[in-house]
């Protein structure tokens, strides 16, 4: 469980979804939802997904991804 990833979500907070996996949504997501153990995602797109607690290094929010790709850094 990644508790310090979760403590700075909050809900309707605007995520982008960095990994390499290619079957998850691109664009911006809401936070809808946040339980003990999954955080759901509305995407832009109208799907909503909800992840574990694990997959929660992947999603980064929206201003700060912003900031780093135009500042030309890597996202990690």
Not at 3 to 8: D, H
């Amino acid at each position: 469980m990644n508790t310090a990833v979760a403590r700075r979500l909050a809900l309707a907070d605007r995520v982008v979804w960095i990994g390499e996996d290619r079957h998850q949504p691109a664009g911006l997501g809401t936070i809808t939802r946040i339980t003990a153990h999954e955080v759901e995602v509305r995407w832009d797109g109208g799907t909503v997904t909800r992840y574990r607690r694990v997959h929660l290094l992947n999603l980064r929010h929206a201003k700060f991804a912003c900031e780093t790709a135009e500042s030309g850094r890597k996202v990690a």
